[in-house]
């Protein structure tokens, strides 16, 4: 995207609008935000080319004092519009506001955008419970603590968030407090760092936390002791940010067709006069699905309109695997078969689901089958074939083309080469097993 | 004439890729994942960006954080995943965030049938966030269709900085059908409105800072705002934007906000924000109206239908005509908001109503609450309207169709 360069006349000396903060007398995010303009300031950063993106809650409200862009989301979900952002341009300097509620309601976010190593600066306002909504405990709060939703004490553990994030990968991890003298720095320096960064702010609820708990700043600084964690920096690596690095990937893709049109020409003849269902019924994993396909391809390069529905169980490579196909010389609307003029039916699963068509055929139908399905009753007439005298090698992922070809040889709704060039087109891969499998089936037709 | 052989799928990741997609993210939910897995592989050989995300919440915000860079963003999902998106759906609709939304349903309710075709979700994506603010939904009925509805989506999300829905089943994302090549229709496709980027910032006339957009003193403006992003004027009208990385800079907010973007509890600003919203979508709903009308003169009976159930009803006319009975027929391809004049002229002059589609009677709702509307208006007996519902995973045929009209 083209930028217009911004003229800077003079040094900015804030970087915070004319509005005062709306926070309670004493609250720590204060403190943290006025260190964030610090460190705005000192990198004289492009207000133009950074964004904030706050959460919810007390802290949600900050990004509105700041002259920066800014986006204000959903409850736990900032980090994922800040991927978004730094995603679709990588250049832009994209700082998280968030909470410790926003960090719980959020945590799979979080961990991702560690892991992924997204180019992020994630400052959490860490005040131990929620703020807005009137102290409920959090994620963080420490076993034993009063908060509105811990009457009788906190009988939960708080989350360590730094070693979350940097177990996960995050290379730039920070703990502090909104009372550190060095954290315009910090600040500064994550925003300033390529992968994803972290910063986990202790700070104070004035309105909830700190009465509730008797709770103020020793009592915070004593509390990270008594927790036996770690302050300062504690991971500080090497990583490139994702965006980056998933472009420098895509490197040598540029320019390649993107989903090319495949125009089928029309080559062979068809003696289709009017709608023709046609029903492939077997089991999941024996290719079921693909030998349709290619009778689809031919039916198209003889002139029709084909459509092809399958039906199979969420499952992979187990229960039945039916597909469905109308040869029709108009445009077909209705893809849904009820009566089928043919059914290949060559597995038991694919009988269980038979019963309907089995039902409705007539005897101006056929039923191409194996042996073992010989006495399967219907109405239709049943055409036999054997796959042992096939006099190839007839295995469960190839039985379901030879009745196929078995079927259209039969049927004569196109020539059998329109067929052979759909593998050879479609199926190059498999060309060389699948045509003697196609050819084999003449001899199985002329002798059932 | 040229033909090809493909599913819905790959017509919709062309339709958005012929749009100018260049964002999307996504997690994999039968029967959505063909548009992921094309999505992906596509967008880096043209510059633009794929990805799983961890969920569906996280592939819609990162969908919305992307817009506001300027990129076209899709996603793609199923019932249960619109389920999870639902918070961030209104989210788009109140930061007026260009997104195109693909939900392939399947049965629901939960889980229901991965694999089976549905049509459940119709009033779920009108009224799936909170507020019960408009949004726009387009249904294609053939793969063709497909191509040229995901592009006119991109159009509609883009001009009207909107979340569109694209709503297909199973059956349609799937199943593959031959195309005539000279179906697929490229749909125009415009840009939502940006603020005009050569304007000085900040500029000031006489000391008063100039609106970025009107060319306009206003003393309102901030110094680092020279244009006021939500100032509507008229009140339906689509502002301009600028885009994050561009040479404003913007705010974007899930909360009630003035015409700077702060959060306001002011009544009379809340109204005409929410108003805003409202009235963008449902005072342009002529130009969002798309559909195929098949009147005949002397049919008594009308089918209404949309996405797959139309393939069958179209069959059903064409079969009854045939059999010397005439009959009427109109599929919609406009959902959201309803086309109500397309509807109404359709009906004009019918008897008989007969409304299809594979659920419990969904879209019925809105054409009683329309034609009973329109008919004690102009003092008129409404015709007899009637639903042809299925929800068993089967599709609704063509001979449940002539057995209505016949029976
Ligand atoms: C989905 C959702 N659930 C609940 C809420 C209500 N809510 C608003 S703020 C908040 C907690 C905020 O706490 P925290 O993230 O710690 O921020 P603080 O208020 O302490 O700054 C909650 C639960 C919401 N806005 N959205
Ligand atoms: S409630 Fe707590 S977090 Fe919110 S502003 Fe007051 S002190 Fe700060």
Known sequence: MAVAPIQIEEPRKTYKNERPFPFCPGCGHTLILNHLDKALTKLQIDPTQTVIVSDIGCVGLSDQYFTTNAFHGLHGRSITYATGIKLANPDLNVIVFIGDGGTGIGGAHLINAARRNVGLTVLVFNNFNFGMTGGEHSVTTPHGAITATTRHGNPEWPLDICATAGVNGAGYVYRGTSFDKDLPDRMAEAIQYDGFALLDIWELCTAYFVPNNDFGRK???????TLGLETGLLHHRQVRDYAHRMRELAVDLAGKPTLPLKPIEVKYPNNVA?????????????????????????????GLWVTQRDDYPTTVKTGHSISEIIFSPEEIRYTGVSRPEALALISEDGLKKSGRYLANMTGDDILFT?????????????IILDPKAAGVRITRTNLALLL??????????????????????????????????IAASEHLISNS | MAKEYIDGATA????????????????????????????????????????????EISAIGMCIGAAMTGVRPMTATSGPGISLYSENIG???????????????????????????????????????????????????????????TMRAFDLAERFRTPVFILVDKEMNYAMATVDIDEYVDAPVGQRPLVPQHRPRPAAVDGVRVNAVTGKPDPRLRPEETYLPYDFDPVDAVQPTSPFGGPHITRFTTSSHDEHGFLTKDADKV???????????????????????DVQEEADALFISYGTT?????????????????????????????????ILDAVAGHQRIIVAELNHGQYIREIERLVYRDAAQRRILPPEIIGLDRADGELITPEQFLEVVNG
């Open chain 1, 219 to 225: 009592e915070m600084l004593g509390l990270v002791d």
């Open chain 1, 404 to 437: 196929m070809a078995a079927a259209l040889r039969e049927l004569n709704l196109f020539p059998i080469a329109a067929l052979e060039e759909a593998v050879r087109r479609f199926q190059t891969r498999f060309a060389d097993q699948n045509l003697p499998v």
């Open chain 2, 271 to 293: 109204r005409r924000l929410n108003d805003h919203l409202r009235l963008k979508i449902l005072n342009h709903r002529r130009e969002m109206a798309f559909g195929v009308s």
């Open chain 2, 310 to 342: 139309a393939r069958a009803m179209r069959e059903a006319v064409d079969r009854s005509r045939e059999a010397g009975r005439p009959v009427s027929g109109l599929t919609l391809h406009t959902l959201w908001p309803v086309p109500e004049a397309m």
């Open chain 1, 274 to 302: 009017g709608k023709f269902h046609l029903v492939l019924a077997g089991s999941a994993g024996a290719k079921v699905r693909s030998a349709a396909k290619l009778a689809g391809y031919a039916g198209v390069m003889s």
């Open chain 2, 12 to 55: 919709i990741a062309r339709g958005a890729l012929a749009a100018g997609c260049d964002f999307f993210a996504g997690y994999p939910i039968t029967p959505a994942t063909p548009i992921l897995l094309h999505m992906l592989n596509e967008l880096p050989k043209v510059g633009g960006v794929g990805i799983e995300a961890e969920d």
């Open chain 2, 91 to 149: 989210l788009a609709i109140m930061g007026e965030t260009p997104l195109v939304i693909v939900n392939v349903m399947r049965m629901g309710p939960a889980t229901g049938g991965a694999t089976t075709p549905a049509q459940g979700d119709v009033q779920f994506v009108r009224w799936g966030t909170s507020g019960g603010y408009p949004v726009i939904a387009l249904a294609p009925s053939s793969v063709a269709e497909c191509y040229t509805l």
């Open chain 1, 370 to 382: 194996i042996p073992q399905f010989a006495d399967v009753p219907t109405k239709a007439r049943k």
